[in-house]
C-alpha cells in the first residue's frame, strides 16, 4: 500500500468545505443578480434570501473555526503572508510548469506553495471586502446616499468577477490538472480524507515533506526514513 502522509486535519477539512460551499451558494446566487439575462431566476426574491443566508455562513464559519483551532490558523497566516524569493521563483516557472508540465524550474514548496498563498490573501482581502460591501448595501441602503451605494455595488462586482475566476482555476487545479494527480493522491484527496501520498508530497511540498517526523529527503533526491 501506497505510503501517505497527514496533510488537513478534520476541523480544517470542514471548515473548506463549509466555507467553499458558502462562497459557490454566494457566487450563483450572485450570478443571478450580477447578469440581466438571468433576472427571470429572481423572481420572488428567493435568491436574494439565499445569498444573504449564504453570506451569514461564509462569515459565521471562520469565526467559529478560529477561536477552536488557533494554533492552525496563526500557522496558515504566517504562511500565507511569509513570501521569499522562491515565491518569485514559482511565478516565473508556473506557466511552464502548469501549461507545459515542466517542473525542472519549479523551486521547493513548503507546506502552502506560492499560488496557494495567494488563494489565501485573495480569501482573506476579498473576504473583508465582500463583509463591509455587502453589510453596508444590505443594512444601510435607506441610509447612505445613492453615491456611496453606488460604490459599494461596484466594488463588491469587482471583488465578485476576481474570486470568481480564481475560483474557477482553483477548482481546475484541484480535480483536473493532471499534475495534482487530484482525486487519487493529490489535492482533491487532501481534502476530502485529509491525506496525500508521500509521493505527491514529496513532488509538490518536498520543503514541507522533509519536516514530517520519519521522514527527510537523501540529496539524491530519494526519501528514507530517518
Known amino acids: 500500500m501506497e505510503k501517505e502522509v497527514e496533510r488537513y486535519r478534520k476541523p480544517t477539512r470542514i471548515l473548506h468545505w463549509v466555507h467553499g460551499g458558502a462562497f459557490v451558494m454566494l457566487f450563483l446566487t450572485g450570478l443571478i443578480l450580477f447578469v440581466p439575462a438571468l433576472g427571470v431566476l429572481a423572481q ?29 490558523t496563526l500557522r496558515g497566516l504566517k504562511d500565507a503572508f511569509t513570501w521569499s524569493k522562491e515565491d518569485l521563483g514559482w511565478l516565473k516557472a508556473a506557466p511552464r510548469y502548469y501549461f507545459l508540465g515542466d517542473d525542472k524550474t519549479m523551486p521547493p514548496q513548503a507546506h502552502m506553495n506560492t499560488g496557494q498563498k495567494m488563494w489565501w490573501l485573495m480569501t482573506i482581502v476579498f473576504g473583508l471586502v465582500f463583509f463591509i460591501t455587502g453589510l453596508i448595501m444590505a443594512v444601510l441602503d435607506t441610509v447612505i446616499p445613492a453615491a456611496v451605494m453606488q460604490w459599494m455595488v461596484f466594488i463588491h462586482d469587482i471583488a465578485f468577477i476576481v474570486t470568481g475566476c480564481m475560483l474557477l482555476v482553483h477548482i481546475y487545479l484541484s480535480v483536473i490538472h493532471p499534475l495534482m494527480r487530484p482525486l487519487r493522491t493529490g489535492a482533491w484527496s487532501s481534502m476530502a480524507r485529509g491525506k496525500v501520498s508521500a509521493e505527491y508530497a514529496r513532488s509538490h511540498h518536498v520543503k514541507w515533506y522533509n519536516q514530517i517526523p520519519g521522514t527527510r529527503e537523501k540529496k539524491t533526491g530519494e526519501t528514507a526514513e530517518s
Open 44 to 72: 420572488d426574491g428567493w435568491s436574494r434570501v439565499l445569498h444573504r443566508a449564504a453570506a451569514i455562513l461564509f462569515v459565521s464559519a471562520p469565526l467559529i473555526y478560529l477561536p477552536l483551532n488557533g494554533k492552525a
